[in-house]
């Protein structure tokens, strides 16, 4: 018979992209598909912001570090063999942050899934939901900066990536699920 997870085994699974990129919808979408908990930046930061009457760039990017941790600290709290969702736009913090935080966290297995979208799409996509954005956000200012981080934006190859590619109706979840299972599927299983 198999064996579960051993003890000390914790996976993530890094849900990337730029802003606007279709990371909320493809980590819900994960999470009712497999059950997982889910942390998102925005989900820990937003509550913060509205705390203070203005938020410029910087308490923006402060508050986003904090969040960052805030992220990390719940998962190495957590109890092993958990598979959390973690959603979040990892390229704002250098990729040697990320390794620390997982080895603090005793995360043993990383898969990503990489938010691929156009340049223009995803500008399209934050020009669109600038009303619904809570205050402190970056605004209009924000577009043509996006635009390029779309054109450059990588993931961060920690572990296995399934790049995701977003379209105007976002993408082939079907893949995703398939390539998700048979990931969780050969870690999950030992001996």
């Known amino acids: 018979m198999k064996q579960l997870l051993s ?4 996976t993530v699974i890094l849900v990337n992209g730029i802003p606007a990129s279709g990371k909320s919808t493809v980590t819900q979408a994960l999470s009712q598909q497999f059950g997982l908990p889910s942390l998102t930046l925005d989900g820990i930061k937003e509550p913060f912001m509205a705390q203070f009457p203005a938020i410029d760039r910087q308490l923006n990017r402060q508050l986003g570090c904090a969040a960052y941790a805030a ?8 109890p092993a063999n958990c598979i959390w969702l973690v959603d979040a736009w990892f390229g704002f913090q250098p990729r ?8 603090q966290a005793r995360v043993r297995e990383v898969l990503e899934v990489w938010n691929q979208v156009s340049p223009e799409l995803a500008v399209s996509r934050y020009a669109r939901r600038l009303e619904q954005r809570k205050p ?13 981080l779309a054109q450059s934006a990588r993931p961060m190859s920690i572990g296995p990536v399934y790049t995701f590619e977003q379209g105007e109706e976002g993408g082939d979840s079907g893949a995703l699920f398939n390539w998700v299972t048979h990931h969780i599927a050969s870690e999950a299983l030992v001996g």
């Open 7 to 10: 003890a000390e085994h914790k």
């Open 71 to 78: 992220i990390w600290s719940v998962i190495a709290a957590a």
């Open 96 to 103: 040697e942050q990320l390794q620390v935080f997982l080895q």
């Open 136 to 148: 402190g956000h970056p605004g209009e200012e924000y577009l043509p900066e996006l635009a390029v």
